[in-house]
Structures are given as C-alpha cells and as structure tokens.
C-alpha cells in the first residue's frame, strides 16, 4: 500500500508512525523543511505544497492507495483547482452554491463558513481525545452521531471523499477515487462542490468552472 501524507507537523507525524506498520511506501510532503516528519525514519520526505505535488502525480497518472490530509484547509478543492487550471480552465469560488448549501446543513455542526467553504464537525465545543474510534455514540457528548460524510452530502453536483481510518490518527482518501473525479470535472461552465469527512469531521468548498 502506497500512502501520501500532505502535511508533515504534528497530524502528519502521528499518521506516518501509525502507518508505517501496514503501508509498503509513505511519502511525506510538507513546505517545510524541518517540520517534525522530516525526522521520522522509514519514510521518505518531499519538500513542496503538498496540493501541487499531488495534482502532479495525477496529471502523470501516478496514483497514490490512499492520500492522507494533515494540512490545514481543504486539500482537495486545492487539488481540483491546481488541476483544472494546469488545463486551461478558469475557476472561481461558488459563492451562490456555498449560500444555498447553508441552507441545507444543519447550523450545530458548523464550525467555520467562509470563503466559500464550509467546516463541520459532531465535536464542536470540546476536542476529541487522540485514540478516538468511530463510534454510533460520540464518547464525550454522549449524543448519537450521524456520519458527517452523509450530511455534508447535499445532493446536486459535488463529491464528498470518505476518509477511510487506515490507522490511529491517520484517515485517509482513494487515491483512485480522486483520480476519476478530477478526470470527469476537466469541462468548462459548471460548479461544483468538493470535500472530505470521515464519521465526525468534514471540509467542504464550492468551485465554479468557467
């Protein structure tokens, strides 16, 4: 299994030991030089933005099993962005599309809503403990959770990638699945929206093509 990790600070680092014991090949990509996960042995570390090296890798069709974001900000809207603009296309945020989905997700997980983008998640209020697991009931709240990835999936033109936990701390998205996507938007006049969530936590950005 070969496992890109965007982001090499404290998430990074954790997702990297954590997946070291199942994983074949781990890349590490952060901008930084000498964050924590350059130190990390048995991985190999890349210095650049992590969103442009992985639209790289897709443009040549090296497909990473599974990408892991550990960076701050949605890692996929930037990765369509990167990719749809290496094909010519103008792309702009879907303010319109981003009011209208307000409507629809419920007010008490959202966290963030700006720029276009929405941040959601069951833990608002109180940080969720490190060796957390999926659960139907939240640990800490007590209250039955409904999985984010179902929640933020508002129906019309969009994709929201599930993180699939693939080791303490380390969730992770189809490399495949991201490739095929990214494939099918290569077209002018739409919008879109794009993010990913596991059970508890999700990132959502609304895109417009032209």
């Known amino acids: 299994m070969n496992i890109i990790i965007a982001g090499g600070g404290r998430f990074g680092c954790k997702a990297a030991e954590g997946l070291k014991k199942i994983a074949e090949k781990i890349i590490v990509v952060d901008v930084n030089p000498n964050c924590p996960a350059s130190k990390i042995d048995g991985i190999d570390f890349v210095i650049d933005d992590a969103s442009r090296y992985i639209t790289e890798l897709m443009i040549k069709e090296i497909i990473p099993d599974f990408i892991v974001p550990c960076m701050p900000g949605n890692l996929v809207a930037k990765i369509f962005v990167n990719f749809l603009l290496k094909h010519?296309?103008?792309?702009?945020?879907?303010?319109e599309g981003f009011k209208s989905a307000l409507s629809k997700i419920e007010k008490d997980i959202i966290i963030i809503a700006e720029d276009a983008t929405i941040v959601a998640s069951h833990s608002k209020g109180f940080i969720c403990p490190s060796n957390c697991k999926p659960s139907k009931i939240c640990p800490i709240s007590?209250?039955?959770?409904?999985?984010?990835?179902?929640?933020?999936?508002?129906g019309g033109n969009g994709k929201i990638f599930v993180s699939k936990l693939l080791a303490e701390g380390a969730g992770g998205i189809s490399g495949m699945e991201l490739y095929k996507e990214l494939k099918s938007r290569v077209k002018a006049n739409q919008s879109f929206y794009v993010g990913t969530a596991c059970e508890c936590h999700g990132i959502i950005t609304f895109l417009r093509v032209d």
Do not use: A, Q, R, T
Not at 88 to 95: R, S
């Open 142 to 154: 007590n209250k039955i959770i409904l999985p984010l990835y179902s929640m933020l999936n508002i």
């Open 88 to 95: 010519g296309f103008k792309v702009e945020k879907d303010v």
